[in-house]
Structures are given as structure tokens and as C-alpha cells.
């Protein structure tokens, strides 16, 4: 969601902003932060057992992880590198290993242990931390925990972290590539009078004096920037889903005065859900539940905690962004934020700057539920719609190791670049299966642009490499230009890389494979030559 909502204002509308850091030097903290370190390669996180308790007055938290992790290969007397952002404090750190010491430098605690580690073992670090959190400024786009009130003035709280990482707040192994398979265990601590939502299912729920713990349990495999807990005058309403696994548990919790506005509003889920395991598989996360949770901010895609806050509403905020008025037919953070259930959250990128993996598909499941749920034709108009809101200002993909995201573009242009290659693979049963069998074959995993790439390619039976370079490399978009003479054809492709193989089909059903070198076809008729407008180029008429 993230790169989404850096958007500006304009009288023009809604436009899509340049949050790119253009000739940014890069520090060791970077590095620190976005690459598998030599602190960090050799243990595999397997799960997350944690507290947290915010204070509201004092707009500061405090809390433990439990780091449950094994160890990937031989190695003595290692360093453990935790991440947790200043101005948050470890209070104790301790494992049940001996440890040497522990140092918490800038935004990381080096945890130095004095034993001979073998492959295998298993182990745990556990820390203790407290502090007043980067505090958001303008929730869910500069990252940071939201301290504010509902329209009743009770207390609200949560926090948005996907760029900037779970570690603003919690200390973890905050990087994208390791995730602990095993879930997580979260007890959210309250003010009896308040509410905790979290992860998954709730488990228990015990009172204290004037305290309440709300204890929930994610069974299955979770970002860290999904990691999310709420506090809030919560009230709760289920349902269920029948899907292709079956039962699919329904849990709605919503500020007492949204009760009857999200009964309503959130009957969008359903048909969502129908829509995308009939062009994802099923809902990745049957164990977990599917949750909608009232935020205090515009949304965000947390794993079986997907947060909202569109003021129940079609559209984004009451706008279309395809400007076609096919977006004010749905809430758009229901459906895209929930679309991030298979691509962010089922598949996830190992790296930052490969965010495009989530974002260009999670954009173009907009367009693939519009199909479902109205017509192929509408979906089309809304495709080529949100063309509107491309930059072109840098690459799609970021710069590795550091926690870089590339440009924006990487929604409506990454959108676009699926729906081209649709066009070009030209059969969408066999376009369906590969949507399918990306969420099939890497469940719950990890990947990198290049697994993405090279399974496209080897499912469609095409290669798309130029294509990925084209779109996610680049910022130039292929130009076609052509001049007709009767029924006689002359076109070549510019501004393309290298041999691009981007064949077009022309007045409905006759294909052209434009080069950079000019080509002449006959045409059936002598009538204007008619461009498919679903591919995203330029067509450009010379003499």
C-alpha cells in the first residue's frame, strides 16, 4: 500500500508522487538494514513469541520478543545482529546460550555469543524493550505509531511500518528475506475499557486489575511489516466464506459507532474473495482467518489483520483513479489491500527494492476483480484508465541491499506490464493457471524478480525477459511507429531495449512483431489499421 499513498493533491486530481531518493549515497547503516549480513546469515527466525503494551498519555510502548531461530550452518562465537530502531531501548537481552555481552548501537543490538553453534541447533534470544516510538506523521505513507482519538474522543492506537520496518517499534530480524515459518504468538495489553487486535486468531483474553491481555496467534508464515496491533473501542461481527478450502472464518472488528456502516460496506468481501481464488487459488491463510480491522490511518496489507480506513466508501477515498468511473463501483482498500493476502503476504519479495512483485500485482487484482465482478470490458477501461497516474521518473526496481523501493510506477505501470503480457500470451485460461500456480508453487515463500521472471516465461511458453527489462528496468515505454498506405503496412518498434519481443495484434486477430527495423504486411482491408489499446505502447502515426 505504501507507495500507492504518497500521492499528491493537485486541482488536477490525484496524482501518483516522486518519493524516489535520486542520488542518495548510501551508508553502512543501509547496508546494515537491507542486506543478509554476516550478523544475520547464519540463523533462520522460526518464530515470533511477543507483548507489547502501548501507553496513550505517555504515547510510548514497552513489551518482549521471544526470537525463536535455528542455525543454518556451523559457525563459533557469532553476533547476533536484533534490529530496533532509536529511540527505542532494549532493556535485557538474554538467550539460552551463553552470550558474551550485548551492544545497542544507532538502530541495531549486536548480541555477542561465546559458543560453538552447530547446524541445526535450536535456540531462542529474548528481549525486553521499552521507549517513546517514531511517531507518524501522516499515517500510512512516513511510517510510525498512531497515537490519536475516534470521533468519540476514546483512544486509538497502531502502527503503519512497511518501509520503514517492523523495527520502529519491535525489536526483530527486520528483512524481508527471513520470515518465521512457525507464525507468531502476540499479547496485546489494554486499558480494560479498549480493545487489542491483532494477527490471526484470537486465543485468550484475561483481565487483570485494570488491564486486559488479548492474546493472538498467527499459525502460519508472516512479514514483520504485518505485524500489527491495534488498540481501540473495538466491537466484533463474523461471518464465513465458502471457498475453495473450505470454511473460511470472517472477522470484522470496527469502532462501536462503524457497526452498521461496515455490515454494509464490507459485504464487498465476499465477492472479492470469490473473485481472486478464482484467479489466485484459494485464500492463503485459512488458518489465520481473514480479518478487516477499522485503522486510524487509509490502510495498509497486514497479514489476517488487513487494516481500513476508506470512511466506508467506494473508490479510493470517494476518487476513481482510472478517472473512468469504474472505481467508484467498490472500495478500493478492501479489494487491494486484500488482493496483498497472495502477493505480498503468500509471495513476498526477499527484497525491498523487488516491491514490485506486491504492488504491480496487487494493482493489477483491481482490474482482474472488476472482470469478475462486472465485465471484461470495464476491466479494460480501468486498466488502461490508471495509465493516467504513470511517472516515468526511475526504474521500477530499486537498489538491492538497502531497503530501497523504486518508483511508484510499479502500480499502474507494473499493472500495465501484466496486462500487456496478457495480450501477448493471449489465451487468459492459460494466463489464470500461471496466476494460480505462482501463488501454488511459492506458498508462503520468499522469492526474488528473477524466480517471478523465469516462471512467467516458462509457464506462457514465451520469452518475456525483454519485457521485464522493458518495463521494470527502464523508464522508456516501446513507441510503434507505423505510416498505412492503403492495405499495405510499414512499422517499427523505438525506444525499446535491445531486441524486444513484443508481438501486437492488429485489427483483431492479425499479429505483427515489430522490430527496430522497418517491416511492411498486407493488411485483410484497406480501412485504418485498428491498435489494441490493452498493450502498454505508444502508437505513433509518421509519414
Do not use: C
Not at 561465546?114 to 534470544?125: A, N, P, V
Not at 518465521?180 to 486499558?191: A, F, L, R, S
Not at 492463503?284 to 486510524?296: G, H, Q
Request: without cysteine; hydrophobic residues 35%; aromatic residues 14%.
Amino acid at each position: 500500500m505504501k507507495k500507492l499513498t504518497y500521492t499528491l493533491l493537485f486541482a488536477s486530481g490525484l496524482v501518483f508522487g516522486q518519493f524516489f531518493e535520486k542520488d542518495k549515497i548510501y551508508t553502512k547503516q543501509d547496508t546494515l538494514k537491507g542486506s543478509d549480513t554476516r550478523f544475520r546469515d547464519f540463523w533462520d527466525v522460526r518464530k515470533y513469541d511477543l507483548s507489547v503494551e502501548p501507553d496513550f498519555d505517555q504515547k510510548s510502548i514497552k513489551g518482549y520478543n521471544k526470537i525463536s531461530f535455528e542455525i543454518t550452518r556451523d559457525i563459533t562465537d557469532p553476533v547476533f545482529q536484533i534490529d530496533l530502531q532509536k529511540p527505542m531501548k532494549a532493556d535485557k537481552v538474554e538467550g539460552n546460550f551463553p552470550v558474551a555481552g550485548y551492544k545497542q548501537d544507532g538502530d541495531f543490538i549486536f548480541v555477542t555469543a561465546k559458543k560453538k553453534f552447530r547446524k541445526g541447533e535450536k535456540y531462542t534470544i529474548d528481549v525486553t524493550y521499552s521507549g517513546k516510538p517514531l511517531i507518524a506523521k501522516n499515517a500510512p505513507w512516513d511510517g510510525g505509531w498512531v497515537f490519536t482519538k475516534d470521533e468519540k474522543g476514546n483512544p486509538w492506537m497502531s502502527v503503519a511500518d512497511e518501509g520503514i520496518g517492523a523495527s520502529i517499534w519491535l525489536p526483530t530480524k527486520d528483512i524481508w528475506s527471513d520470515e518465521p515459518e512457525n507464525g507468531i504468538v502476540m499479547k496485546i495489553i489494554t486499558p480494560n475499557d479498549l480493545v487489542g487486535v491483532g494477527n490471526g486468531r484470537l486465543t485468550s483474553k484475561k483481565t487483570e486489575g485494570s488491564k486486559t491481555a488479548y492474546t493472538w496467534e498467527v499459525k502460519n508464515p508472516i512479514n514483520a511489516y504485518s505485524i500489527i496491533p491495534n488498540i481501540g473501542k473495538y466491537v466484533n461481527f463474523k461471518d464465513t466464506f465458502d471457498g475453495e478450502k473450505g470454511k473460511l472464518d470472517l472477522d470484522y472488528w470496527v469502532l462501536d459507532y462503524n457497526l452498521e456502516k461496515a455490515k454494509k460496506q464490507f459485504q464487498q468481501v465476499k465477492p472479492m474473495l470469490s473473485a481472486f481464488e478464482y484467479w489466485f487459488g484459494p485464500y492463503p491463510f485459512y488458518e489465520d482467518s481473514y480479518k478487516l480491522v477499522d485503522a486510524p490511518y487509509l490502510g495498509m496489507e497486514h497479514q489476517s489483520n488487513v487494516a481500513y480506513g476508506n470512511n466506508y466508501q467506494n473508490g479510493y477515498r470517494g476518487m476513481d483513479l482510472s478517472e473512468t468511473g469504474v472505481g467508484l463501483k467498490w472500495d478500493y482498500i478492501i479489494i487491494h489491500e486484500s488482493g496483498h493476502e497472495w502477493f505480498a503476504n503468500n509471495i513476498t519479495a526477499k527484497d525491498q527494492a523487488d516491491m514490485w512483485i506486491h504492488e504491480s500485482f496487487t494493482m493489477y487484482s483491481e482490474v482482474l476483480f472488476v472482470e469478475k465482478y462486472m465485465d471484461k470490458k470495464s476491466a479494460d477501461i480501468y486498466a488502461i484508465g490508471v495509465r493516467n497516474r504513470i511517472q516515468n521518473d526511475v526504474p521500477i526496481i530499486g537498489k538491492y541491499g538497502v531497503r530501497n523501493e523504486g518508483s511508484g510506477d510499479m502500480y499502474p505501470k507494473g499493472a500495465n506490464m501484466l496486462h500487456t503480457i496478457r495480450q501477448i500470451i493471449n489465451n487468459d485460461e492459460k494466463f489464470r493457471q500461471i496466476l494460480r500456480g505462482l501463488n501454488k508453487d511459492f506458498y508462503h515463500q520468499t522469492v526474488t524478480t528473477k524466480q517471478i521472471e523465469d516462471y512467467m516465461s516458462s509457464k506462457s511458453g514465451i520469452d518475456l525477459s525483454g519485457i521485464f527489462n522493458q518495463y521494470l528496468r527502464t523508464v522508456k515505454i516501446p513507441n510503434l511507429e507505423y505510416s498505412q498506405n492503403g492495405n499495405s503496412l510499414k512499422f517499427r518498434y523505438t525506444d525499446v531495449v535491445k531486441d524486444l519481443k513484443l508481438p501486437v495484434i492488429i485489427n483483431g486477430d492479425q499479429t505483427i512483431n515489430p522490430t527496430e527495423n522497418w517491416q511492411t504486411v498486407k493488411l485483410k482491408k484497406s480501412t485504418p489499421v485498428e491498435f489494441n489499446k490493452n498493450y502498454y505502447i505508444n502508437y505513433n502515426q509518421v509519414q
